[in-house]
């Protein structure tokens, strides 16, 4: 079966710098897709990044970018110049196609002033 | 676009009584999905419908949880009776369907935050 490990259950950054959340995950498929969700407080959960096992070019959305070691099976987030608008709940996920996601246990993260 | 929406947002109910949730999928998505999160757990996916069909329902949890999805619009999760263990917070996800192993982006809502007391 497949799982998705979130080893850091808080983490905190200073505003304007950078800052990398872990996620690990296990599976014998070798076509998949990995994503990072947000959920702030009291709001919806988005989507933040998503990276296609097949491609070997880690995916990036503005400040967002993701390491993606697929032979250590391995996809961090790396935040950079956090703002107090990242403060948020991260989820990493996983999936194989038009399946259900399987989650983390997530990543709650302050950002401070 | 609007965005997929769960009602109610919050309930608490005592143990024994009946309890439905509702989740609108965006508009065109055939795909929908149920998951739920318990205190300090991860998020754990419950069934997955396309259309009107229940694709898979590997993780309702036993008979108590009941879901619907008539006409491949709307769903409704119904737990009859309610016990404690089923407080946590009920997420709905919808995405559209493609053909192959093209996964589309799966689109939370707000999630409903059941309390059984």
């Known amino acids: 079966a497949q799982t998705v490990t979130q080893s850091q259950p808080e983490m905190s950054v200073q505003e304007a710098e950078t800052v990398t959340l872990s996620c690990t995950y296990d599976t014998s498929e070798s076509d998949y897709y990995l994503f990072w969700y947000k959920q702030p407080p009291s709001r919806q959960m988005i989507l933040v990044i998503r990276?296609?096992?097949?491609?070997?070019q880690n995916a990036t959305e503005n400040r967002f970018s993701v390491n993606f070691q697929k032979a250590a099976k391995s996809f961090s987030l790396k935040i950079s110049d956090s703002q107090l608008g990242d403060a948020a709940m991260y989820f990493c996920?996983?999936?194989?196609?038009?399946?259900?996601?399987?989650f983390g246990k997530g990543t709650r993260l302050s950002v401070i002033a | 676009e609007a965005g997929v929406t769960q009602f109610p947002s919050h309930s608490v109910i005592e143990k024994g009584q009946t309890v439905t949730l509702r989740c609108d999928p965006i508009s065109g998505h055939d795909n929908l999905y149920w998951y739920r999160r318990v205190m300090g757990k991860e998020i754990k996916f419950l069934l997955h419908f396309v259309k009107e069909s229940k694709q898979d329902e590997s993780g309702m949890p036993n008979n108590r949880f009941l879901a619907e999805r008539t006409g491949g619009t709307y769903s409704t999760l119904k737990v009859q009776p309610a016990e404690l263990e089923d407080s946590g917070v009920y997420f709905c996800?919808?995405?559209?369907?493609?053909?192959?192993?093209?996964?589309?982006?799966?689109?939370f809502g707000p999630g409903t935050r059941l309390l059984v007391l």
């Open positions: 990276q296609e096992a097949y491609k070997q």
């Open positions: 996920a996983y999936n194989a196609g038009n399946t259900p996601l399987v």
């Open positions: 996800a919808s995405s559209r369907l493609t053909g192959g192993l093209n996964q589309e982006t799966q689109y």
